[in-house]
């Protein structure tokens, strides 16, 4: 557990505010459990990625620059979300490249922004959350997270903490799973047919739930699931650490 | 007849097509894994293989720095070899010199490595408007003339073809017997070309790479006809994208380490063939090399400091195994030359961004492609930064069943997402539509874009009953 009461500011991400509210909800009660004073500021919208995603970069810019002048004076912000963490991170900075002012602000945002998993293991250096939950999950290792962040081994640790839970690696547990922010409405026969391969990969893993860290992968997924009626579930991580079954 | 221009527009329509087909998914699916798993095998067994990585990276960034003296230096010392450099601008001035040259060899056949660039500029169309018959001697090549297609796969070009549509083709074309065996199949297209090469009056290459240094060409294959090419006609001619200079004989071998191995997992490629200049007296080999130096658009590339990155490419082909949306769409969605991740980054450079403008979008940017790429070129970053440039410089077409402009959907956008109050009242309001289209929770049809795309093929959850802006109020603000 943390030694010192640490501040954090929790960003929800605009998904998880309007679509998975629980997200939030796990999250702010697993911080807490582990001493996080978590405050919540009630002018958050969106980190901007749609507008960067698609290629308009003024629209990306002034959502951003709201993004920077809320968390001015945060110690810490965590966001359950290694997509909107990677475009805070990575993208502010590109973004403001030409702004000295807002790129200062961006580049000293960078050093307080956390993504969940990341924050419990690096910052808290938590392993063990004291969640149990026996079931057998896989873990998605969404892109953004892994391949920007490079975050591969911090969700592993804290769901193998987990009591009574097995944790199964699928096949290609690194292929994308096809949401990829717009591209997910650009090309959609594309990427539904990566997320068939990724769920049936997730099956012959034996998985009962697929667990990530970005609410776009899941929703993209969950919709696959829902509208062919497969036997398989999603969940959020910061859902399953909150778990005390 | 074998199509030709640029057709990337058609991207969705033949993304689809290939989708739909199983065969041409299993064709795709089986070679783009071998591949992968090839050069992943091949990497891990190389210690220090993330060094040579950046090695090579370091190399070609310098060789952009200073490409106008490094292709001097290599035109000097080709001269010197006793060779001849041509200049084009164009891919026009390319045939026309390419064909000059053909005329002076006096044949009436060409015989062809495999070259990429000669697909970029349509020599062979060029050639054959000029009464020339353009030989392809590559057997990927070779099957695929005779289709009357372009390359899916930079390094495997017939990648999406089958034995028994390889036996097909020959049986329609060469008159053989129906064979699925490989082996029986080379032997075929082997019997057909052998009389090429004795017949042709000169042989075209591509090349790996060029050495400024030196003046030497470098050629590397797996099935001995490029070597065949450049030695047994009187004449031979490279063409050369002018990005492919590396600046001295001693850095080959950082590239060639990579090559063989992030291409097909090969430590060395069969043949490694280094050409520094024609015949000496006594030597076999051919009489006259000329090197035609293509810029095609590169140079304009080389201008934008961002996008010169792209240049740094050596045509491996690992970020096509890698991608799981050319894994889905194929090749020839791409609608031109170059294919897959590297393909969506320089056919817009190349040919414009307006015929190509949905091609930066053809990418859920997940960077597995830059995970493998032998000198790491950051191709999501690049992505999205053509995606800009796309959507300042050209006309975005009102997407199907949208009302609106998708510039003009994101201003509005990003309007309420400065305004937190009104982000609360946009929230409430959609909850109180929703209500219109949502059953337990989930949506499964949307008619107005963009959700309509989303409903085809996927559900839709329905906003939670009340976001965690609201739960946080009710929860939070009472303590």
Redesign the interface.
């Known amino acids: 557990m943390a030694q010192q009461k640490l501040r954090a500011a929790f960003f ?1 991400t ?1 998904l ?7 997200v ?2 796990c999250a702010v009660k697993v911080l807490r459990r582990l001493g996080v004073e978590v405050t ?1 500021d ?5 980190c ?1 990625q ?8 003024d ?2 810019r ?2 951003a620059a ?1 993004v920077l002048d809320q968390y001015r004076d945060a110690e810490y912000v965590i966001a359950p979300s290694g997509s909107c963490t990677t475009m805070v991170r990575v ?1 502010y900075p ?1 973004l403001f490249a030409d702004d000295p002012e807002r790129l200062r602000q961006a580049l000293e945002l960078k050093k307080r922004f956390f993504e969940f998993s990341e924050f419990i293991v690096k910052v808290l250096k938590v392993e063990d959350v004291g969640a149990s939950f026996p079931r057998r999950v896989t873990y998605h290792d969404s ?2 997270l892994l ?2 962040l490079g975050i591969e081994q911090e969700p592993r640790k804290l769901i193998g903490a987990v009591r009574g839970i097995k944790l199964v690696e699928m096949q290609d547990n ?3 799973c ?18 068939e ?1 990724k769920l049936r990969a997730a099956s012959l893993a034996g998985a009962e739930i697929l667990v990530a860290n970005d609410s776009g992968c899941l ?2 997924l ?3 699931i ?2 062919q009626g497969l036997p398989l579930q999603t969940m959020h991580l910061a859902e399953l650490l909150a778990k005390q079954e | 007849m074998s199509e030709t221009g640029v057709q990337s527009g058609e991207i ?1 329509e033949r ?2 097509t290939a ?1 739909n087909n199983a065969h041409l998914q299993d064709a795709y699916r089986s070679s783009t894994l071998r591949l992968y798993t090839n050069r992943r095998d091949a990497s891990n067994l190389v210690p220090g293989f993330e060094r040579l990585r950046d090695r090579a990276r370091e190399l070609k960034h310098e060789v952009m720095e200073h490409l106008d003296e490094y292709l001097a230096q290599f035109a000097d010392n080709v001269e010197r070899n006793g060779g001849h450099v041509h200049w084009a601008r164009t891919s026009e001035q390319a045939c026309s010199i390419i064909i000059e040259l053909a005329k002076k060899a006096g044949g009436r056949e060409v015989v062809k490595g495999k070259t990429m660039v000669s697909e970029e500029i349509e020599l062979n169309h060029a050639l054959d408007a000029a009464g020339i018959r353009a030989v392809e001697t590559d057997l990927g090549e070779f099957i695929l003339q005779l289709a009357g297609e372009r390359p899916a796969h930079i390094v495997a070009p017939a990648i999406h073809k089958t034995r028994q549509d390889v036996s097909d083709l020959f049986v329609a074309n060469l008159h053989s017997q129906p064979t699925a065996e490989p082996e029986r199949l080379t032997m075929i297209a082997r019997k057909a070309l052998r009389e090429m090469f004795q017949k042709a009056g000169m042989g075209l290459s591509g090349a790996n790479f060029i050495v400024a240094d030196t003046g030497t060409v470098v050629v590397i294959e797996n099935e001995g006809n490029i070597r065949f090419c450049t030695t047994a006609p009187r004449i031979h001619v490279a063409l050369v994208g002018i990005e492919k200079i590396i600046p001295r004989l001693t850095d080959l071998g950082v590239f060639l380490r990579l090559l063989g191995r992030s291409g097909t997992g090969q430590k060395l490629t069969s043949y490694t063939s280094l050409l520094t200049g024609p015949r000496r007296a006594g030597e076999d080999g051919p009489d006259e090399m000329h090197v035609v130096l293509l810029d095609n658009g590169r140079i304009a590339t080389l201008a934008d400091e961002k996008m010169r990155e792209a240049l740094f490419c050596i045509r491996c082909g690992a970020c096509l195994n890698a991608c ?2 050319y894994r ?2 194929g090749g020839h969605a791409y609608g031109w030359v170059y294919s897959g991740p590297i393909g969506a980054l320089i056919t817009p450079q190349f040919t414009g961004l307006s015929g190509a403008r949905e091609l ?9 492609c ?2 493998v790429c032998p000198v790491k070129i950051n191709i999501p ?1 690049l992505l ?1 930064h ?7 410089q050209t006309p975005a077409p009102k997407p199907p069943g949208s009302l609106v402009k ?2 003009t959907a ?2 509005a ?2 309007w ?3 305004r ?1 109050r009104i ?1 609360a009242l946009a ?1 409430s309001l ?1 909850r109180l539509g929703q209500r219109l289209y949502a059953r337990q929770g ?1 949506i ?1 049809h949307v008619s107005a ?3 309509s ?2 409903t ?6 329905a ?2 009953p ?8 009710k929860h ?1 603000t009472e303590k």
């Open positions: 929800i605009c998880g505010d309007q679509f998975f509210p629980r939030g909800e919540f009630t002018a958050q919208t969106c901007g749609p507008a960067f995603n698609t290629g308009f970069r629209e990306a002034e959502v709201h993208f590109e892109c953004h391949r920007e690194q292929l994308c096809g949401f990829g922010g717009t591209f997910s409405v650009k090309f959609p026969e594309v990427s539904v047919a990566m997320a391969d929703m993209h969950a919709g696959v829902h509208r | 969705h993304g689809n989708l799981p949306v889905k769409i930066p979008f053809a990418s859920s940017l997940c960077g597995a830059r995970d970053d999205l053509l995606r800009s440039n796309v959507q300042e998708e510039r994101m201003r956008w990003a309420v997402m400065k937190p982000y929230s959609a989930w499964r874009f963009p959700l795309r989303w085809e093929g996927r559900d839709l959850p906003l939670a009340e976001s965690f802006h609201t739960w946080w109020r939070e």
